[in-house]
């Protein structure tokens, strides 16, 4: 099946690896429907999407050919996505491929953790995702095809030291996808996730800023990289995104797709 004229619903799309992906599916003649929250959250408290940044992504994929739809909303408050999905079928009739991308990160101790911040790191991260694919899941199934991808993490397959919620909402993630997977096969809908290591986005400036460290400081103390790079960049995931969800991929589903550098590795 061409990937051209295909339609991907892509969350958390206004910036990062979201809108890597965007840009990287329209290219190949994907028509998008990008959704971000577009504003600030107080928790995590860094810079997140801004509807500029969505107005700057629609032209960009226009330019490349291809319609996009742009919708302000947060992934977990059903009616913003129940209302995105809906508009997305009227305007383009199908869902091919659903990135569940959004995502936020903090650092904290489990015993020092608010109730707030653990219950927002499951939301966004967990809950979002199977809000998201719920309003989806239907219309795959009409269709008999689909691709969904969740962003997991390395952290959705490792401990990591002051990120137990961001790990459990990540593991969560790659529980929903081994359950869906088994659940949405005999419909013809594939079901992966990825779990790339530390990626150059806004996430990691940000998370920088709240340690008050660089950058670079927060991606050794959070990686150990085999092949010799700090980061990998958005790109790489996009690329990875296009793998999954082309025809090269046709059997592969339920996997858990690494892109981290060797890290997993030891
Ligand atoms: N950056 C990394 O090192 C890294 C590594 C592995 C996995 N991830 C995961 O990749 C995904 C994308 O991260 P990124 O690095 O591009 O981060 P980012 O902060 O640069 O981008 C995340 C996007 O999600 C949006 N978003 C946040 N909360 C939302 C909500 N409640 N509803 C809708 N949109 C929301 C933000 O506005 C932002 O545009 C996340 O799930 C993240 O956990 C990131």
Redesign the pocket.
């Known amino acids: 099946m061409s990937l051209k004229n295909q339609v991907a619903f892509i969350?958390?799309a206004?910036?990062?690896?979201?809108r890597a992906t965007a840009i990287a599916l329209a290219k190949e003649g994907i028509h998008i429907a990008a959704?971000?929250?577009?504003k600030p959250?107080a928790y995590p408290g860094y810079k997140?999407?801004s509807t500029d940044d969505l107005v700057s992504l629609k032209a960009e994929v226009e330019k490349l050919g291809v319609n996009i739809l742009t919708f302000q909303?947060?992934?977990?408050t059903d009616a913003d996505v129940k209302k995105a999905v809906s508009e997305t079928i009227a305007q383009f009739k199908r869902i091919d491929i659903l990135f569940n991308?959004?995502?936020?990160?903090a650092y904290g101790l489990a015993h020092e953790l608010t109730e707030d911040a653990w219950d927002s790191m499951i939301d966004?991260?967990l809950k979002?995702a199977w809000l998201t694919a719920r309003h989806i899941i239907p219309h795959m199934i009409a269709q008999k095809s689909g691709n969904i991808i969740n962003?997991s993490?390395?952290a959705g397959l490792r401990g990591m030291n002051r990120l137990s919620h961001y790990a459990a909402s990540k593991w969560g993630l790659t529980g929903l996808t081994k359950s869906w997977a088994i659940e949405l096969a005999p419909h013809n809908i594939r079901v992966n996730s990825i779990h790339?290591?530390?990626?150059n986005?806004?996430?990691?400036d940000?998370l920088a800023a709240l340690e008050g460290k660089t950058t670079e400081e927060i991606a050794v103390a959070s990686a150990g990289n085999l092949l010799p790079v700090p980061w990998i960049e958005?790109e790489d995931v996009a690329h990875a995104v296009l793998y999954l969800v082309s025809d090269k991929a046709r059997f592969v589903t339920g996997s858990q797709f690494v892109i981290d550098a060797g890290l997993l590795t030891r």
């Open positions: 969350t958390g206004a910036h990062g690896q979201g959704f971000d929250v577009a959250l997140l999407g909303g947060d992934v977990r991308n959004a995502g936020i990160c966004i991260n979002g962003n993490s390395i790339p290591t530390g990626v986005t806004p996430m990691n940000g958005s």
